[in-house]
């Protein structure tokens, strides 16, 4: 399904989340810590025009920022605004 977000919305794929720690201890499901990290994959008509968020950007965000949606191929992807954006890493 291909998802377009509308006016201020931005698509992000967020990061899967480490499944072993730096010390080896492999996690179970509830102990892992949602990914605060991932791509931009799509934005609204009112962000294609600014050149601050552009698709294939990497970005960190807030815990609770957006909202989530399931794809059919089980993959999760968020849909925030531009301000739930904390930072772009490059």
């Known amino acids: 399904m291909n998802q377009i977000p509308v006016g201020d919305r931005i698509i992000v794929k ?21 990914s605060l990290i991932g791509t931009v994959i799509s934005i609204g008509d009112e962000k294609r025009n600014k050149f601050q968020i552009q698709p ?16 059919k191929d ?10 739930d954006i904390y930072t772009i890493i490059s």
Do not use: C, H, N, W
């Open 14 to 34: 967020p990061d899967v989340p480490e499944e072993v720690t730096k010390g080896g201890i492999v996690l179970a499901d509830t102990a892992k810590e949602k």
């Open 74 to 83: 089980e993959e999760t992807l968020l849909i925030m605004r531009e301000e």
């Open 56 to 71: 294939g950007m990497r970005v960190r965000f807030g815990v609770y920022s957006g909202t989530e949606i399931q794809e």
